[in-house]
């Protein structure tokens, strides 16, 4: 019986307030990688292998380094190869 391939799928509502601790100029860089870390511990990968769309990375950078939003929802693809894809989800 051949191996079925193992891409797994998931939803989170990923919380960004705690972006708010750092300062101000550096804000929405900290969201990245708040969402990077957050999905790294979810989907059983390392931070490097965590791969951030760039629709997701413009969305945090929306409003600017200083206030980035407070929560985002993303749909996280983790592939047989140990990478994890951060998208939006499709509506």
């Given at each position: 019986m051949p191996e079925e391939s193992t891409i797994t799928e998931a939803m989170f509502n990923i919380n960004l307030r705690r972006a708010r601790d750092t300062p101000s100029p550096?804000?929405?860089k900290a969201a990245v990688n708040l969402v990077r870390k957050f999905i790294?511990?979810?989907?059983k990968a390392e931070p490097e292998n965590?791969?951030?769309?760039n629709q997701v990375a413009i969305y945090l950078?929306?409003?600017g380094a200083r206030k980035p939003p407070t929560r985002v929802t993303v749909k996280a693809t983790k592939f047989e190869d140990g990478l994890v894809e951060v998208t939006f989800p499709e509506e």
């Open positions: 550096r804000r929405a790294s511990r979810h989907m965590v791969w951030i769309d950078w929306s409003r």
